[in-house]
């Protein structure tokens, strides 16, 4: 049942995603900003995909990552470093209202409380991590990409998409298991290893997709 939900989940934000593009720039980021927030919200749900176990972000990360090279793609770089800025803004605003929140003592008639400090008491620290992963991952991956494309014109998407992808997420991976979940999750290791390969998985999928993005550009 997970995988079935696992690849509906996947198309949904890929349709989603060239949809945000066909609206413009505006949407993408808005797309970018939402998907890193929910990302670092549902992280902390382990689930099992084809046996293994893993966390409910991948498709998220994935996806926050296939808009930014759009954005590069399509609308230049400096657009990308400023959506990289906007997202670190969302992330703090969400993480500080989640405090806030927090702080509020609840009522005798409350019945929320608990659910919502099981899920944000732990957001600070995963922030604290994503913050610190995204700064220094997508910082290497945006310039690796606008360096193949530069070195690159005439090469396709998809290519320069992979070779940016495949070491930055690795790093990814690593720094933000140890990083946010460290003491959260159990075992990690497996955690990392069959998140890297999931990530591969789902960029395979979306790969063929990313053609489409010139033609609804131009249209």
């Known amino acids: 049942m997970n995988e ?36 670092n919200l549902f992280v902390i749900k382990q689930i099992t995909l084809f046996g293994l176990q893993i966390t409910c972000c991948d498709v998220f990360i994935i996806g926050s990552t296939l808009v930014l090279q759009f954005l590069q793609e399509h609308f230049g770089r400096d657009l990308v470093k400023k959506t990289t800025w906007i ?6 605003f969400f993480g500080t209202m989640a405090l806030m929140h927090l702080a509020y003592r609840p009522s005798a008639f409350d019945t ?21 992963c995204y700064f220094i991952v997508q910082r290497l991956e945006i310039f690796f990409f606008g360096y193949l494309r530069s070195r690159f014109p005439q090469g396709a998407f998809i290519w320069r998409s992979g070779l940016s992808f495949l070491p930055a997420q690795a790093l990814d991976t690593i720094l933000f298991t140890y990083l946010a979940l460290w003491g959260i999750l ?34």
Request: hydrophobic letters at 60%.
């Open 186 to 219: 159990q075992n990690l290791g497996s955690i990392m290893l069959v998140s890297f390969v999931i990530k591969i998985l789902i960029f395979a999928i979306i790969s063929p997709f990313t053609l489409l993005s010139k033609k609804i550009v131009r249209a």
């Open 4 to 39: 079935l939900i696992f690849f509906s989940h996947l198309f949904l934000v890929i349709g989603l995603i060239l949809f945000a593009l066909r609206l413009g720039k505006e949407a993408l980021i808005t797309c970018f900003v939402l998907q890193v927030i929910i990302g």
């Open 87 to 92: 997202g670190f803004f969302g992330m703090l």
């Open 112 to 132: 929320t409380h608990s659910a919502f400090s099981l899920i944000l008491s732990k957001s600070p620290r995963i922030l604290l991590a994503s913050f610190t």
